[in-house]
């Protein structure tokens, strides 16, 4: 089962070199190929299964709060936002404050790189037990804009270099895996690269890994023109199929969440995985798990649970590509708009994938699931004769 994985990303910057181009947003949020770049980022992180994203935000935070809320494609968002700027370092230190894995991502909101997550993490799980870093690296070539790195052999990252012109030499890409606590002992207000990383290089505990995907600064003008060619393929708008759980995908035995319990419905298999292999389509779940407002389980184990049903559905050829829960209940929580018939889950997916409704159907076992798709204009298909549990 992957892991539980949590990403801090770096979104707080005034974006000074970029301002002359896009006065009125925060450099994160700059439309590139008619988007926010920052969606870029958070699909990234939502493919790559991450569940819970902690935006470390300041300058024109309402800008990138109005428009991500509380959850994308299924994954968390929690913002940890400065009031006054604690660069890079002390942004960080406060939002590692939200975290609870051992080792967590930091991404820079203003830099895109294409790289595998679990690079990184393999690093870690046979680092020495001082590393405190893994930081991606990537090869550049004719540059004079980036400082660049050592790194030895054994990966271990050894040296900073300033600013100069290069003609091949190796980048800090922007893209760290750091030890929890790494920066405990850190004032509150610092700079992670210049105070932090170039003060411990010397010990030893900052690894490399190369990247080779990739890579875009967008707060740099001309970077920021490139984007808008280069990252276009991504901003693609898709069809959905989405899928109820309960009595659907898996049989219904009533407040399910413990893995050992989940038993696949076969049939509702067969129809997932026809979506899976379709190129145009993604394939989401939406369901209602008011088991949590009931306090029968928590977010973390429906999150455990769902990352294992990832697994089993995977070994079926089928792909989930977001998950998407209602863990209200109105004699618990109060109203809602999200819980199945309102069609809130069903609403957040098409915005988090661009998809129209006509391009959507919709797939449940009860009329709840049916009303939910009616008032969201998407098509329904009743998966009938699963509902053991009734
Ligand atoms: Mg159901």
Redesign the pocket.
């Known amino acids: 089962m992957r892991p539980y994985r949590e990403a801090i990303v770096l979104a707080g910057g005034f974006g000074t070199r970029l301002a002359h181009v896009v006065p009125d947003v925060c450099k994160p949020m700059a439309p590139v190929a008619g988007r926010p770049f920052l969606r870029f980022i958070m699909d990234q992180l939502a493919a790559a299964g991450f569940d819970r994203a902690v935006v470390a935000d300041g300058y024109r935070r309402e800008q990138i709060e109005d428009f991500f809320g509380s959850a994308y494609r299924g994954m968390a968002i929690e913002y940890s936002p400065e009031d006054t700027p604690l660069f890079t370092g002390g942004a960080v230190k406060r939002a590692l404050g939200r975290c609870q894995s051992d080792w967590v991502f930091v991404l820079n909101g203003d830099t895109w790189l294409d790289f595998d997550f679990a690079a990184l993490e393999a690093v870690v799980s046979d680092a020495p037990e001082d590393a405190s870093a893994v930081i991606a690296v990537k090869r550049m070539h004719d540059f004079e804009r980036y400082g660049t790195v050592d790194v030895d052999a054994d990966g271990t990252l050894t040296a900073f270099h300033e600013k100069r012109p290069c003609e091949e030499g190796l980048i800090n890409a922007g893209v760290y895996l750091l030890r929890r606590h790494a920066l405990d002992n850190m004032p509150d207000k610092f700079s992670l690269e210049s105070d932090y990383f170039e003060c411990v290089v010397g010990n030893g505990s900052l690894c490399a890994v190369e990247c080779t995907g990739g890579f875009i600064d967008i707060g740099v003008p001309e970077d920021y023109k490139l984007a808008q060619t280069m990252l276009a393929p991504l901003a693609k708008s898709w069809k959905l199929a989405m899928f109820?759980?309960?009595?659907?995908i898996n049989v219904?035995i009533g407040h399910l969440h413990e893995p050992e319990k989940l038993e696949l419905i076969p049939s509702t298999v067969d129809i997932m995985r026809g979506y899976t292999d379709d190129p145009d389509y993604k394939v989401v779940v939406v369901?209602?798990q008011a088991g949590i407002a009931k306090g029968l389980y928590t977010e973390a184990d429906m999150r455990r649970l769902h990352r294992y049903m990832e697994d089993e559905l995977e070994k079926l050829g089928v792909h989930v590509d977001a998950w998407y829960f209602c863990p209200h209940h109105p004699d618990y929580t109060g109203p809602c708009d999200c819980r199945k018939p309102a069609p809130g889950m069903l609403l957040a997916a098409m915005r988090d994938f661009d998809a129209m409704p006509i391009d959507c159907v919709m797939y449940?076992?009860?009329a709840?699931?049916k009303e939910a798709a009616a008032a969201g204009n998407v098509v329904f298909h009743y998966v009938k004769g699963n509902?053991y549990g009734e």
């Not at 109820?244 to 659907?248: A, I, L, N, S, V």
């Open positions: 109820d759980r309960d009595g659907t219904d369901t209602n449940g076992d009860a709840k699931d509902n």
